[in-house]
């Protein structure tokens, strides 16, 4: 087992809050140097404050040009494409083009976005992690699911090209799936509404942040000759996308 990730510096999408949040945390822990982008500066900055070896960077992943002017030039070691976002609840029939725009534009086209920037130079290297973001959703349909869940089905989709793509030159790539974890995400889906979002979760033990972000930690803290390709994370409370024991 590698012990640290000392003098390896990482970068982490969406680590204003949530998952990304938790990663940075998890990953600087570790020893390494960490990159936090997002939208939010002043998230980003507070985050910061609390780590050893931490920077901010402004970024959109939906701005392809952004992303390859701002990642294209960094010394990167890891790769954590974890900025990823779901809009509405409704059958697809009334469905609004915008929140599809924005949850393919950010889940799909953004991944890619930072992967084109990213990539060549870890396989130059001939070393290093990238870790994708996906979701249970990538892997079981769920009612009012549709165009998110087409999403995470592409980031299964990528991640697998990358296999094919990439894969055998050094560079280790791992999807991370989960379950139902209890961040900002619901908060978001539901347009602010805090008690929609509650409800949820209500009844049942989901996942924390800090859970994904150890099998993070877990899968790039291997030898390098051992690549954790899946991790699929459940709430033992959840068995499947639409199935969720609750208490009474």
């Not at 869940?149 to 793509?165: G, S």
């Not at 990439?166 to 379950?179: C, E, L, Y």
């Amino acid at each position: 087992m590698q012990a640290t990730l000392s003098g390896k510096t990482a970068l982490i999408t969406g680590a204003s809050s949530g998952i990304g949040a938790a990663t940075a945390r998890a990953l600087s822990q570790l020893g390494a140097s960490v990159i936090l982008a997002a939208r939010r500066t002043d998230r980003l900055e507070a985050l910061a404050a609390s780590l050893d070896r931490a920077s901010t960077l402004a970024l959109d992943v939906r701005d392809a040009a952004a992303v390859r002017g701002a990642l294209e030039s960094l010394d990167l070691d890891l790769v954590v494409c974890n900025a990823g976002l779901g809009v509405g609840v409704g059958p697809l029939q009334e469905g609004a083009p915008e929140a599809w725009d924005r949850m393919i534009d950010t889940n799909v086209k953004g991944v890619l976005h930072t992967l084109r920037a990213t990539l060549p130079g870890l396989l130059r290297k001939g070393a290093g992690d990238v870790v994708l973001l996906g979701s249970v959703a990538g892997r079981q349909v769920y009612p009012g699911g549709n165009v998110y869940n087409a999403t995470k089905h592409a980031v299964r989709a990528i991640y697998e090209a990358l296999r094919l793509d990439a894969g055998s030159r050094g560079v280790r790539f791992t999807t991370v799936d989960p379950g139902m974890v209890e961040t900002e995400f619901s908060v978001v889906r539901f347009g602010g509404d805090q008690a929609a979002a509650d409800k949820v979760y209500a009844g049942m033990r989901p996942l924390d942040p800090e859970d994904v972000a150890d099998a993070i930690a877990y899968a790039v803290t291997r030898p390098a000759h051992v690549n954790i390709g899946e991790l699929v994370i459940w709430p033992t409370d959840q068995s499947s996308t639409r199935d969720v024991r609750r208490d009474a």
